[in-house]
Structures are given as C-alpha cells and as structure tokens.
C-alpha cells in the first residue's frame, strides 16, 4: 500500500495519506468544505449532506466526511450544482430552525441588544440565541450567501427549554439533528446518557427512556456542548455573554492536564472553558471540574489586598507592609521550627521558588504539598525504577490490549485519563478492575476483582505466580533490564492461587484469567492507594511494579505504570523539590554532591538533614517543634479529617502565613493573608501525570492586589538577605530549573509554546525518550521486590464492626429513581440498596429487602439491605454521580471543585430500622 498519494482538489493537487476521508484531506490542504455532523476525533458520519462533492468519474454527489481518497481522484468541492444542492439543504434545516438571525436588516449594523428587543416582535432574533455569533450553522447559511425567501414554511417547534439539570440548559428548538452530541457520549465518552428520540414525528436529541439527564448518566463533562453547532445546548452560567478574547490554557483541578480555552467577556470574567482540541492529555476533552468548575476564579468573596492581625483581627494592609512584617517575624523561626506547605495548583516557578526559600533562606527541608498524604504512591515507584513518575502517555492507552485500574475512581479524580481507557475496550481491549468499591469503570470490566480489603498485595502476588508457572513472562525485558527475580520467585511459592483464594475471595480461576489477560500486553496499571493501610503500601506499589517488569510490559509504547497522583501539579511542584527529602530533581538531601551543586548555584549552605512531610509538620505542630508555619492555597485535607483537626492545631502556632485566593477557614486563622494570583491570572507551567510539561497563560488582567505565589516567595526572601530572587519574569525561574535539573534540561517557556513537552527531553543532555525506561534503567537494571502474603488486616472496632466501600455510578437503570426538583434545582431520589454479607446479616437479625440503617461516626445513609456482599465484614453501597454533581452546583463554597468528595473505606455498623415503613 502506498504510503501517500495525490489527490487534485478544485485544481490543486494535494498529497495526504491512504484511508484519510476527501473531507479531512481536504480540511488538512486548507481548503475549506462546509460542513455540519462532521467533527474532529469522531468518526465519519454523513447525516447533514452538506459537506457533498462531485468526483471525476463516480456518479452522484458523495459525502466528502464519509468518501475515502484513491490516489489519483479528481474532487470539485464548488460547483454550481453543489452549491444549489446545499443551499436546498440549508432551506430544509432553516424550515426547522429560527433564522430571524439571519434576515435581520440590522444584520450589518447591529446596535445594543435592547433596541433590537424593542422592536422586535419574533423570539428567534440573534439576541435570544445564547450562541449567537459562535453558531456553525449561521457561519455555514452565510458562507452559502443565502437568499432568505424560503419557500419552505417555518415551523416553530415550540418545545419548552429544559433548564432543571445540573450545569446545562436544552433547548430543542434550535437542533438541527446532526448528531454529535449523541455520537460524543456514545463514541468518545462511553456513557450514551443521549440518544435519538422520535418527538411528534420529529426525530430530536433526548434520552433513552424520556427521563432527566441525572437519571440517564450524564457525567457532566460537556462534551455535548463543545460539540453542538448550534445554541441547543450550552452552559447555564453566562449563558448570554460574549467572549471578548480566547485563552489557551491548563485545567487546575487534577493532573490529567487538560488544556482549556478559557472565553473571556470585556469584564474580565471567566465566561466559558472549552476543551482544546489540540491538547495532548485531553484531545478535546474535558471532565465536569474542568468544563463547569472555573467560576472560582470570579467569586466575589475573591482576596482583594492583604490582610494583617491587628488587636486580634484582620485588617487590609499594603504589600509593602505584609512582606515587611513576615521578613522581620520570620527571622525568629529559621530553622526546623519552620515549615512550608506549598499547594499542587502552584505552578512549578512558584513551587521551585518556594522550596528554594525554605531551604535557602529559612534553613530547613521541612517543605511539603498539601495534597501528599500518601507519598508512597511515587515514592516507591522512584525508588524501585529510578523515577517518581508515570512512565507512558495517557492516549498511548487507547492502543493497549488490557489495562489494570486499582483502587482508583478514575472518572471523578482523574476523569479523562478514563476516556483512552474506554476507546480501548471499544476496540476490544481488556479491563480489569481490582477494588472492593463499585466505580463508573467496573462497569466497563472484563473483571471486577472485589478482594477482601487489604488484600489487593496477595492477589497481585497471585497473579504473579501464575505468570511464572505458565511461563507467561516478558522474558526480553527480564534478561536486559531487570535483576533479582530468583529473590521474587522465591517468594512466590506462598501465593498458590489456592491459598490466595481462601485470603482475597477470589476464585482461582479469575486469578488465572487475569494473569492471561494481562501478561502478553501491551497493558497498563493506574494504580491510586486510596483504601490502601499505611503499613501496606510500599509493599502494594513495589507488587505492581514487579508485575509491569516481569511481563515486561514497561519501557513501550500503550504499557507502563501511572500512580494516580492528587492535585493539578503534583508532579511537577515534586520535581521542582516540594519534598522534605529531595532538592529538585529528585537529588536526596543528605546526598553530599547534589546538595553541593545547589549550594554552588544558590549561594548559601543548604541543611543535610530531612525534613518533615505533611503529616508529620502537622505532628509538629500540635507538639510544639513546628512554631511558624506558611501555608499556600486551601486544600481538602485541611478540613476532611485526613489530618485530624488541622484548624485547632494551628491555632497553637507562633506565627501564621497563609496565601489564597479566599479568604478561608485557614486564613482565618493567620497572622498574615496575602492574596494569591489564581491558575488564570498567572504564568507558568504545569506537569501532568505523563510528565508533560505545559504552558499556563494568564487568562485575566489583575483586577485586585493579587500576586503569584512565586513572586511572593520572591520578595520575602529579598526582604530577609536571600541571595538569587531577583526574579524578573517567571520565565527566568524556567531557565533556572532548566539549568539545574537534568530531567528539565532542554525546557523554556518559548519552547513549550506549541504545546507542551514530556520530561527528559529528547535531544537534552539527559538521556532517554518520552516513554521512561525504553532506553532501559540510566545504566541499571531494575529490580524485583520479594513479597510477603499477608492476611486481611484486621478490623477491630466494637462501635462500628464493618466496613463501608462506598462507590459511585453514572446510573443504575434497574433501579427506581426520582427526579425531585428542590428550589429550582433536580435531585435524583431513589432506594439505596445497602450490599451485606448473608453471615453479617443473620447476625444482626437482618433478612433480604429489610429497611436498615448504616452508622458511622459522622454520618449515617438508609436503605434497603441486599444479602450478596462477597465478604463477611465489608458493606457496600453506591452513592449516583448526578446527585453529586447537582450537591456541587449549589456547594456555597467558592471553589467546590476543589472538594469534589472522595470515597474511602469507613468503619460502619448496620442496624435494622425497626420501622420498616420509615422512607430512606
Ligand atoms: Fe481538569 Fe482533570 Fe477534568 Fe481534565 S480530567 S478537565 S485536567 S479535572
């Protein structure tokens, strides 16, 4: 087969490749063929004919979306006849649709929006379309030069606008059927909460069984909206503003990295986030906290200036005078009773400078994010492979023939890296869930393993064993790459699938089969360790690490580990150093010769001991050795319980700084407040979960006092005889991570312009390639891990015996549910159906279809009891994705998206209701 041919389009002879359809080649060669059902990434569809050409020797006028190129093909896109057969299928479409858009006279002149409704008398105007302007079809009716007598009647569907559901208006009027909402859901997405639905002989967008999208599973992300051409669908906040500019940028809320375009209006507000077609973590994707979450940044209740304790109260101050008095209160606590918790939305100039500043200037490695309260999840995976990072590209997964997802709620916390992972099983690939929990994905598995749990560690070593016994391994990568496997297999002998059955509850037979499924690969593990006991951990990650190296399914292309990491910037606010026992780049602190290169480049000595993570500076705090504290952003883990009661800790310190953009519970609490600059009012760059390094660009102008956490840093320490922060620009903070951290030679904010790019950069002085280990270990071998099999970990609380797995769903269709709607808004009723195990149950007097009631410490949900839990001691329940989403849109909090709830295992006791009748 040729790898490319010629194609002569309207006289212009193009080369494109085999296989391309006459419309993307055409697309691809600049010239433009209108078009309506077609859109980027989706497949060829060929419903709107508008888009219909003429080819030299073939009858008819084909779709060019859905006409495949031949080498050699002759292809009119402009001909009389194609024009005219266009325009008739606009005529047909506008017979449908308000065009009064279209045939104003003011169309050329158009003066403020009231005039227009003063003398108006129709309700189909531009005024009354929330897309006016960026409407496909009205660009397409005048790219067409249409002549508006119509002869075709105008129908007014008259169809009332559906505006109860979370975050989206629908309003049907305006469809023109062509599908791509539809095609989005089901093709991209995997949800099919659309559908084709037949409405009085009109065929029109809907769901399936008629009910609301809550009821039908939509996840909210917008995909939908990006997608529609015409003002059908569309966001419900500033549904009617108009952008006045458009800004690329990256989505703060997780470490997928999502690029965004960001619309804003002549007010400087936020209006709309758009996914960047482009963009090469998302593709066009986005999740509901990256398409519905950025109204943050416009909150009112926004910091305008900073703020200082006076007589016990915080009062508005200048700059000047808040730096001042953190530089000279700070002096008092150099040292270890400093410590620093830097945010994982900081970008990495912001994060660099502040590690810098507590080690160069405070003394002290006692720096951390607040988003670390597992940091094993990479830790271990650094010190068993060299990096504390993922290993592949999340797209590369579309391609992979199985793909591991352990303990980890992917669509909520890291929502698009599950959309590669469904495209995948689409062409057939294989998922294997392993998690006691019931997560959007299970629904996608070829197994669900619900090990007891704690006992996801002997089930991963089971399917070891299996490998070795049928000989399933990936041998090349083990005799190049790795060592001491006699060490791992000598401890496989405890995994026998038999005994692993009695301690996981999974069958024998599963174990095999998820051996086989995973071990020829290309297969993938994302991996979180949400329900995971501390103790348990490192041994849990170093199981997974050793099954992608014995499989070999590590170091090539669509294979490869990825740690679910929390937090925008995770991983880039740790490469930059934001860690108590790493300087940037991971180099260890009490390593003589790293920390020698930074004291060189720094100027000053740097301390050699390690410092305090998260949850020990919160130790710290509560026993006296930590006495001043600097806090950036607000994070879950203040206020989740994670940490126990972070806010009464604080308020036993000496000296409090806090840096937010709200004026939080925690800032409540702070001697100093500065205003921080949000993700959309700064520069800077973001690493995601693949390594990729991309480009924030500020989106607003600075409309308070607001600054960027770097430079905050910056001015602190200059103010305390810090040496080297005399930072300009956050570009020069680039160019000096760049110089000093191997795996960031060769990075620039220029250079990542045109999109982003994957650490260690091909052509820098380090060596390697985007895919980590595909040069094999920087001159090591990896290692295998020997594994201990270890029993359930025992749950031992007489008030609350059980435990609760709580999972959530997108929907549950055979179950009833209700849509109330509550002050304006629709919230899904239903049963919930509480899962116990039928020896639990006997035990507490509990029958199939009883009405019971679980109690934990803080809370407590009714419903109906189920006898099929798998375990003895392990109750489960699911709580529905769209009440979640209805909760968050009307959470006072100014940036709920930043608390989306996670699901964590609880200690629990079931009781019967006496009342059976009591309504849950
Ligand atoms: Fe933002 Fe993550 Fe959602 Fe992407 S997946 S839109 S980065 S929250």
Known sequence: MLDQITVTIDGVEIKTEPGKMILQAAMDAGIYIPY????????????????????????GTPASCTTPVADGMVVYTNTPQLVSLRREIMELLLSQHPHGCLTCHRIELCGPQDICLRHVSVNDRCVTCPKNERCELKDTARYLEMDMTTPLTYNYRSIPIENKDPFWDRDLNLCIVCGRCVRVCEEIRGDNALTFVERSGTSLIGTSRGTSVLQSGCEFCGACIDTCPTGALVEQDYKWEKAAETVDTICPHCPVGCQVKLEVNKRDKIIRSIGHLHGPANQGQLCFKGKFGMNFVNHKRRLRRPLIRRNGFLEEASWEEALDLIAQRLQAYKGDRFALIASPRGTNEDNYVAQKFSRAVMGTNNVDLSSNLRPELVVTLGEELGYQAGTNAIWEMEDSCCVMVVLSNVTEEHNVAAVPIKKAIKKGAKLIVIDPRETELTRFAHLWLRAQPGTETALIGAILRVIVDETLEGKEMVAQHAQNLDALKHTLWRFDPVKVEEVTGISQDRIKEAARLFAPGPSAILYALDTVAPDRRQEYVRALVNLALLTGNLGRPSTGLFPLIPGANGQGARDVGCSPHTLPGYERVNDDRARTRFQEAWGVPLPSTPGLGLKEVVDGIRDGRIQALQIVGDSPNFTNGELGDVLQGLRDLKFLVVQD??????????????PSATFAEKGGTYTNMERRVQLLRPALKPTREEKPDWWIFAQIAQRMGGRGFDYATCSQIMEEIATLVPIYA?????????????WPVPGADHPGTPILYSQGFNGRKASFSPMTLEDAPKHIDPDYPLLLATGRLLHQPERDMEVISGDGLNMVKRDEVIEIHPEDARSLGIDEGDRVEV???????????????PHKGLVSTTLLFGDMAARLEVNPDPDPMLKVPGLPMVPVRVERVSNPWQPS
Do not use: W
């Open 746 to 758: 060769g990075i620039c904010h220029h250079r990542l312009e045109s999109g982003g790019l994957q």
């Open 661 to 674: 953009a709200f004026r939080t519970g925690l800032a409540e609490l702070a001697d100093v407040v500065l």
């Open 855 to 869: 109690v934990s410490s803080k809370d407590s949900i009714n419903g109906v009891a189920r006898l099929s839990s």
């Open 36 to 59: 309506l059902c077609y859109y980027p990434g989706m497949k060829p569809y060929g419903a709107c004919r508008m888009c219909v050409v003429e080819v030299e020797n073939q009858r």
